[in-house]
């Protein structure tokens, strides 16, 4: 995607043909930073501290720490550490725990000498997979709002979405984005209400940074406007993303995505959960008893983050000194809640037969 007429994607390698380079997502929309990652420690760090987000993006940084700590020693022993340090950042997204356990299978076969320069090849790859699912998943979600638009001619069709699932949360094109920006640059008017998406404020920060940067219309609410807006018509389709989706079509989001599909449901609203294959975990089903929710730091909660009148990136505290706070990240959506999952294969019913039948695994 183009910030300001110059294309980039949210990882690439540096220069120097070893450091990795990331857009610093903390920093946005006020300030674009580029930060160079040059370990595994500052990989992990990246991940941890939010300076990249989404699941196909913390796959990617994930695949390149391994690479950063195979730079500095290749041995079969610092693999595996290289691994259990990665996998400890952030427990929920599945991504993590696929990109990791694929490069530590890979390298494990290749000679100790040779590993380097396999690595960054295997790294590579995965994030030009990610750019590849992510455009195919965006021309599938697109012919959905295809179908609305020719139902309203003339009209910009409304799509809601929450937290950030753009191409900042992944390497390129996005997961519940690709199909408005491909729906954008074919000429279908398009209009997004995006979610504040408390308490890092994803949507106002990204969300509504990288669509305007894109030129596509929108607009910033607050978390509960959604049911009001559903009510009264004001919503066509509403599109998510996920970072993790079970065999049997549950999927896990940003904490608020179960409320906006509740009310999507009561509205008579589709509403669509967009993932790459990667996000899938076969290895579970019951989403709401078997996904690790991650709590993180209350301070996230307890202070906002934005421009102060002096023009700096400044935090101010918005509750009583004396009140306790707890920070769900993600919450589940169970499937019959969920019309269907947007998928680079395809679009399929959130439920273990769609799924398995899309990716042709069988049903027990």
């Known amino acids: ?16 043909g070893w450091s990795v380079d990331i857009i610093d997502q903390t920093k946005l929309p006020h300030e674009f930073v580029i930060e160079n990652l040059r370990s595994v420690t500052d990989a992990a760090h ?12 913390i796959g990617a940084t994930a695949a390149y720490g ?21 996998i400890a950042t952030r427990p929920t997204a599945v991504n993590l725990r696929w990109a990791i356990h694929r490069m530590q299978a890979y390298l494990q076969d290749i000679e100790v000498e040779k590993r380097r320069e396999a690595s960054y090849a295997m790294a590579a790859e995965i994030c030009d997979e990610d750019v590849s699912i992510c455009s195919a998943l965006g021309d599938h979600g697109m012919t959905l709002i295809e179908e609305i638009s020719k139902k309203k ?25 690709s199909p408005i920006y ?5 000429g279908i008017p398009v209009h997004v209400w995006v979610d504040e998406t408390r308490p890092r404020n994803q949507g106002a920060h990204l969300t509504a940074w990288e ?15 959604g049911g009001h807006l559903m009510q009264h018509g004001m919503v066509d389709l509403c599109i998510t993303g996920t970072d993790r989706t079970t065999a049997a079509g549950d999927v ?4 608020g995505t179960y409320l906006k599909a509740l009310a999507a449901k009561d509205n008579n609203v589709p509403f669509y959960v967009a993932l790459p294959s990667p996000t899938i975990d076969w290895e579970i089903e019951d989403g709401v008893a078997d996904v690790p929710i991650e709590v993180r730091n209350s301070h996230e909660v307890d202070y906002v983050q934005g421009l102060d009148s002096n023009g700096v990136i400044s935090e101010v505290r918005i509750l009583p000194e004396f009140s306790p706070s707890k920070n769900y990240a993600f919450d589940v959506t169970p499937a019959r809640l969920v019309t269907g ?18 990716f042709e695994r069988n049903v027990a």
């Open 66 to 86: 391994v690479c950063l700590g195979i730079n500095e020693d290749p041995s079969d022993e610092n693999l595996r550490r290289i691994g259990g340090t990665l």
């Open 341 to 358: 999952l947007i998928t680079e294969r395809g679009i399929c019913p959130a439920s273990k037969v769609g799924l398995a039948g899309l």
């Open 153 to 177: 001619p003339g009209e910009a069709v409304n799509i809601l979405t929450h937290c950030n699932a753009g191409w900042l949360a992944t390497v390129d094109w996005g997961t519940a984005l």
């Open 46 to 57: 990246a991940i941890s501290a939010m300076l990249v987000r989404g699941a196909p993006l």
């Open 1 to 16: 995607m183009k910030i300001d007429g110059t294309a980039y994607r949210t990882i690439w390698l540096s220069a120097d």
């Open 211 to 225: 669509l305007g940067k894109h030129g596509v219309d929108h607009t910033l609410i607050v978390d509960n406007v």
């Open 182 to 186: 491909k729906a954008h640059n074919a």
């Open 252 to 255: 896990c989001n940003k904490i």
